[in-house]
């Protein structure tokens, strides 16, 4: 599991521009990983929202948005088109990257256990480390808390 001041692993991944995702090829700019739970659900699809409407800004911070699931490639293009997200969605079906993101783990709901997705947001330097982590995501004010941090510790 990754931890914060440390490289993350390359991966390669398939993405919606049709491409395989690899992590070296898009160290270009700081790189935000949001890992969300499901697509076309509230949570998920409000927070992928918020990424959207700010992605200029994040942008001018030179740092590029991506979203993980381990929905498939067909259902992230139905969702990437639903709502026109500007930055690539990937997808983790063995999710992989998700537990070496640490965003795999034991959730409950209505009182059951189960393993599952927990929100979780990972800043990545240019120079593959990581940054900073933010695990167990609250969607309300999560993408201003996630700039205001660029805005203040890389600019």
Not at 9 to 38: A, C, E, M, R, W
Not at 46 to 63: H, P, R, V
Not at 137 to 149: D, I, S, T
Request: proline share 3%; glycine share 6%.
């Amino acid at each position: 599991m990754i931890k914060e001041n440390k490289l993350l692993k390359d991966f390669k991944l398939p993405s919606t521009n049709g491409k395989i995702f690899h992590l070296k090829k898009n160290l270009k700019q700081n790189l935000i990983i949001y890992v969300y739970p499901k697509d076309n659900t509230p949570g998920c699809t409000t927070e992928s929202i918020e990424f959207a409407k700010d992605y200029k800004k994040f942008k001018k911070l030179n740092t590029e948005i991506i979203g993980v699931s381990k929905d498939s490639i067909e259902s992230h293009l139905k969702f990437k088109s639903k709502f026109k997200f500007p930055f690539k969605l990937l997808s983790d079906e063995n999710i992989k990257l998700i537990k070496e993101l640490g965003a795999w783990g034991e959730k409950s709901m209505y009182g059951k256990k189960f393993m599952g997705i927990k929100r979780t947001t990972v800043l990545i330097g240019k120079n593959q480390k990581v940054i900073k982590i933010w695990n167990n995501v609250k969607v309300k004010e999560h993408v201003k808390e996630v700039l205001n941090f660029l805005k203040n510790n890389l600019v």
